[in-house]
């Protein structure tokens, strides 16, 4: 049975159109004006890159500049994808075989967990605590893993929460991995977004031997755009995914590649996480205000990183009933929480524009004032 990416589908299908849009996931995006300024790449030697087949697994300066974001890591720990999607479909594929199980933290954004779903594995889902700032119970996580486990999936920091995972929480991950020799697969996508501090997530990589790592440049960077992700891994699993990267893609595109190396030399990439953790930090600010505005109704754990916000709704309606009716009646789009099984909640991103963020918010506002006095 085909299971479809229930998250994706709802926003392929309402988010082009839709007038406001705080569905997304990462930061305002830059333009390749704002990349070049910050990065120094010259735009007019940049016409004359040569638009042929690239190499495969990734142009090696790229795999090199990533390598160095990961102590320990060489150029052929990295596998250049077409985002941190075609990474975790790779992933699936590479280390997941029908019949095995796998280990994952919700709520969550499905798509390891549904590539896997798909191959016929079976997932456990252990329940991250609404009540306790989403954290995750070291024993259950001990408790769900078995001789079937072949992956603990984590997503640090999470989608949808924010939340990133504290000492304890990630020893018990380890831990419950080594116990049965899973793999760690860890999408990191959002470090470098942080909201309350300077310091960037730190990696699951180096924690433990049998550990994947996923990233792109759609989050802290602010190019989703590019569908530029990669992989950094042990050498043989690496290669076992770039003979996957073959069918799937061939290659990464050539621009998305010779851009993602400019991003990713210094000073600029600094100046590029700087600009999103600003954004970050404005914009939750302003969100925070207009929950303000109806005491009583929504509630929310502050992200510890990320541009998104999954806000507590204390209202007559279900979260897609809300949602749904925001898009008709408001053109506003947000993720209702049942997207992450997850009722009474809804996905809110807010690294925008202040104009643009506060119009929305006022609407949702508004929104909010007729369901009330319709209740
Ligand atoms: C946790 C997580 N992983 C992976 C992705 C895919 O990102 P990319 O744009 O790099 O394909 C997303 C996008 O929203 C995400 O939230």
Do not use: C
């Amino acid at each position: 049975m085909f299971h479809p990416f229930d998250v994706e589908q709802f926003l392929s299908e309402l988010e082009h159109g839709v007038s406001y849009n705080f569905s997304e996931s990462g930061v305002h995006p830059m333009t390749l004006r704002e990349l070049a300024g910050m990065t120094g790449l010259d735009l007019e030697a940049f016409m004359d890159t040569l638009l042929d087949y690239p190499q495969v697994n990734g142009f090696a300066l790229l795999r090199e500049r990533i390598a160095s974001l990961y102590a320990g890591a060489g150029a052929a720990n990295v596998m250049v994808t077409v985002g941190a999607t075609e990474a975790n479909t790779l992933v699936a594929n590479t280390l997941l075989a029908p019949g095995d199980s796998m280990v994952a933290f919700r709520p969550i954004y499905e798509q390891l967990t549904g590539n896997a779903r798909n191959r016929g594995v079976t997932v456990r889902y252990v329940e991250m605590d609404p009540f306790n700032s989403w954290r995750i119970d070291g024993a259950a996580v001990a408790a769900a893993v078995d001789e079937t486990t072949k992956v603990v999936h984590v997503i640090n920091p999470n989608n949808p929460t924010g939340r990133v995972l504290d000492a304890a929480e990630r020893a018990a991950i380890v831990s419950a991995a080594q116990k049965v020799g899973a793999w760690i697969v860890s999408d990191e996508v959002y470090a470098g977004t942080e909201r309350d501090t300077d310091i960037t997530t730190r990696s699951f990589w180096g924690d433990y031997d049998k550990v994947m790592v996923l990233n792109s440049m759609s989050k802290a960077y602010g190019l989703p755009g590019l569908r530029l992700g990669w992989l950094v891994g042990p050498e043989p699993e690496i290669t076992a995914t770039w003979r996957r990267h073959e069918y799937a893609a061939v290659a990464a595109s050539t621009l998305s590649m010779k851009l993602a190396e400019a991003v990713l030399e210094e000073p600029g990439r600094n100046a590029i996480v700087a600009r999103a953790r600003s954004l970050i930090r404005i914009g939750f600010e302003t969100l925070t205000e207009a929950l303000a505005v109806h005491p009583g109704v929504f509630s929310v754990t502050p992200p510890q990183a990320s541009a998104m916000s999954f806000v507590r709704f204390d209202l007559p309606v279900d979260s897609d009933t809300l949602a749904r009716r925001l898009h008709a009646e408001k053109d506003v789009l947000v993720i209702p929480g049942d997207k992450f099984h997850v009722e009474k909640h809804f996905r809110f991103s807010s690294a925008l524009p202040e104009a643009y963020l506060r119009e929305g918010l006022r609407r949702l506002n508004q929104m909010v004032a007729e369901i009330l006095s319709q209740a």
